[in-house]
C-alpha cells in the first residue's frame, strides 16, 4: 500500500521563547522536523508533504536538506490540527494509498510502532496511536469501547468521567488518505479551543459506519517539544538512545556517557571513539578506525584504519582514506587526504587534496583564503611539507617533493623538487657574546 507522510509543523513554540520555529530547534545536531521525516521513513513513503506556518521559508529550506522530494505546503494561519492537514489536500490529490500523521515536535516515534499501525489498517479504517500516560494531563483522551476507540475528545472538552482515562492520544493517525481528507473537510471548531480538531474525524467516520482502533506505544515515543527545558530533555534521551545503538553496532566507546551524536552519525562495527568526541551532522567512520579524545568532527569522511585525534577538527568536506592520520590541533575543512598521508601535529589544511603517504609537517598552513576568493591547494603523492609550511593558494607542491622548513610557498614546486621559500640563514660570529655584554654594561651604569 502506497504511503503519503504528512508532518504537521506550522507552529511558532511560542513557549520556547525563541525566533527560530519550533520544528527548527534541534536535537542531535538535527531539526527536529527531520526527527519526525526519518521516523516516518519507516514506512517508505511514496509521498511525504510538510505542513508549515511560523518560519516556513526556513522550514522549507530544512526539510529539502533532508528529503529533497518532500512538499511543503503552507497553513498561514494555525486554526487547529485538522486544519492543517487539510492544507495537505492539493497536495495529495489524485494519490491512492494511506497517510500518515506525523507532528513535527515529536521526534521519537519508532519505526516498528508505525509499522504495527500500517499492521492495524487491516482491521480499522482509522488507527491512531495512544499511550498510557504517567500523567495524562492535558492530552486528548481516547473513548474506547473494547477494541474499537469511539472517539478522541480533547482536555478542555472533557467531561470529569473522560479525564479520568489514562490512555492518550499521541496525535499521529493513519487512514486512507483520500478518506481522511474528506473527513478534515468536515470537522467544524465549536469547542472550547474554536480550532478544527483533527481528533474530531473519529467521531465523524464512526457516524458513517467505519471503524478506529489503537494502537499504543511507550510514553517517551511520543514526548513532543514545547519548552527549552523538554527540548533538552529529549537531546538527552536521543544521547542515551543513539549511545546505546552504537555499542549495539559493535563501537567500542570507553566512556560513551561523554560522546555527542548526531541523527546521522553512522559509525561502523569495531571503531573505537574515545571519550569527549562530538560528532556534529553528516559523520561517517568506517570500521577499525579510531577517533581519539575531544575531536570534533561534522561533514567529513573516515575510512578504516584511520587515526584521528586527540585534539583534532575535521570539518565539512573533510575525506581521510584508509590508514591516514590526523594528529592533535590539526583543523581539515574540504580537503581530501589520500591513503597513509600524515598530519600529525598543528595544522590548518583548507581547500586541499594531499596525495596518498604525503607527510604535513607541524605548523603547516594552507594559505587558502585572500580575503574574497577560496583557493586550492594541491599536494601530490608521497611530498614532504616541512614543518611551519605556509602554502599560499592556489599552489601545486608535486608528487614525491619536499618544502623546507619555514618555507612560505607561493609559487608550485615540480614533481621530486625541494621548494625553499625562506630567507637564507646568516651566523654572524661572536655578535650575541659582545651583544649581551653591552646590554649589561649599559645596566651597570644605570645603577
Ligand atoms: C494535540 C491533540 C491531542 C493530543 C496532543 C498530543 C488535537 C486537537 N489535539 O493537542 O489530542 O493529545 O496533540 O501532543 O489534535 N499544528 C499545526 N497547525 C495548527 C495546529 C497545530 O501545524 O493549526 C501542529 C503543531 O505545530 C504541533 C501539532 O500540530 O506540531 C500539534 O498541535 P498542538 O497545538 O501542540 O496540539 P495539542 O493541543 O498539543
Ligand atoms: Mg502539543
Not at 521513513?41 to 505542513?51: D, I, K
Not at 517539544?225 to 549511545?243: G, H, M, S, V
Not at 590526523?326 to 580537503?335: M, P, Q, Y
Not at 603547516?364 to 616541512?386: L, M, P, Q, S, W
Request: charged share 20%; with cysteine; aromatic share 4%.
Amino acid at each position: 500500500m502506497p504511503i503519503a507522510l504528512i508532518v504537521l509543523a506550522a507552529g511558532q513554540g511560542t513557549r520556547m521563547n525563541s525566533d527560530l520555529p519550533k520544528v527548527l530547534h534541534e536535537v542531535g545536531a538535527a531539526p527536529l522536523v527531520a526527527h519526525a521525516l526519518r521516523a516516518g521513513w519507516a514506512l517508505e513513503p511514496e509521498r511525504v508533504v510538510v505542513v508549515a506556518g511560523h518560519g516556513a521559508e526556513a522550514v522549507t529550506r530544512a526539510v529539502r536538506a533532508w528529503d529533497e522530494t518532500a512538499e511543503v505546503v503552507l497553513q498561514a494561519e494555525q486554526k487547529g490540527t485538522a486544519h492543517a492537514v487539510a492544507q495537505a489536500a492539493p497536495a495529495l490529490a489524485g494519490f491512492a494509498g494511506d497517510a500518515l500523521v506525523l507532528y513535527g515536535d515529536t521526534p521519537f516515534i519508532r519505526p516498528g510502532t508505525l509499522s504495527a499501525m500500517a499492521e492495524a489498517r487491516a482491521r480499522h479504517d482509522i488507527v491512531v496511536l495512544g499511550f498510557e500516560a504517567a500523567d495524562p494531563g492535558r492530552y486528548g483522551r481516547l473513548v474506547m469501547r473494547g477494541e474499537e476507540l469511539l472517539r478522541i475528545v480533547e482536555w478542555k472538552d472533557a467531561s470529569e468521567n473522560e479525564r479520568a482515562i489514562g490512555l492518550c492520544n499521541s496525535g499521529v493517525l493513519m487512514a486512507d488518505a483520500a478518506l481522511l481528507l474528506d473527513l478534515v473537510g468536515g470537522v467544524g471548531n465549536d469547542n472550547a479551543s474554536g480550532e478544527y480538531y483533527l481528533t474530531d474525524i473519529v467521531a465523524l467516520a464512526r457516524a458513517r459506519g467505519l471503524s478506529a482502533g489503537v494502537v499504543t506505544c511507550e510514553e517517551s515515543e511520543t514526548l513532543g517539544i514545547n519548552t527549552r527545558a523538554e527540548l533538552l530533555a529529549a537531546e538527552r534521551l536521543f544521547q542515551d538512545r543513539a549511545r546505546a545503538a552504537a555499542l549495539e553496532d559493535g563501537v567500542s566507546m570507553p566512556a560513551p556517557e561523554t560522546v555527542h551524536f548526531a541523527l546521522d552519525t553512522v559509525i561502523g562495527r569495531d571503531a573505537v571513539v574515545e571519550p569527549h568526541v562530538v560528532f556534529g551532522p553528516g559523520v561517517t567512520v568506517e570500521s577499525g578506525a579510531r577517533i581519539r579524545a575531544f575531536s570534533h568532527l561534522e561533514g567529513c569522511h573516515v575510512s578504516r584504519g584511520a587515526v584521528v585525534g586527540p585534539f583534532a577538527r575535521l570539518r565539512p568536506g573533510t575525506e581521510l582514506a584508509e590508514d591516514v592520520h590526523v594528529g592533535n590541533f590539526v583543523e581539515i575543512k574540504n580537503a581530501t587526504l589520500g591513503e597513509g598521508a600524515k598530519a600529525n601535529h598543528l595544522s590548518y589544511i583548507g581547500d586541499a587534496s594531499v596525495g596518498e603517504r604525503a607527510n604535513i609537517g607541524a605548523g603547516t598552513v594552507t594559505c587558502n583564503y585572500d580575503g574574497v576568493f577560496k583557493h586550492r591547494t594541491e599536494i601530490g603523492a608521497r611530498a614532504f611539507i616541512g614543518s611551519d609550511t605556509m602554502l599560499v593558494a592556489p599552489v601545486r607542491v608535486g608528487e614525491g617533493a619536499m618544502t623546507a622548513s619555514g618555507s612560505v610557498i607561493t609559487q608550485d614546486v615540480p614533481d621530486g623538487a625541494l621548494g625553499l621559500g625562506r630567507a637564507a640563514q646568516v651566523n654572524k660570529p661572536g655578535f650575541a657574546r659582545r651583544f649581551m655584554e653591552r646590554l649589561k654594561a649599559a645596566k651597570a651604569r644605570q645603577g
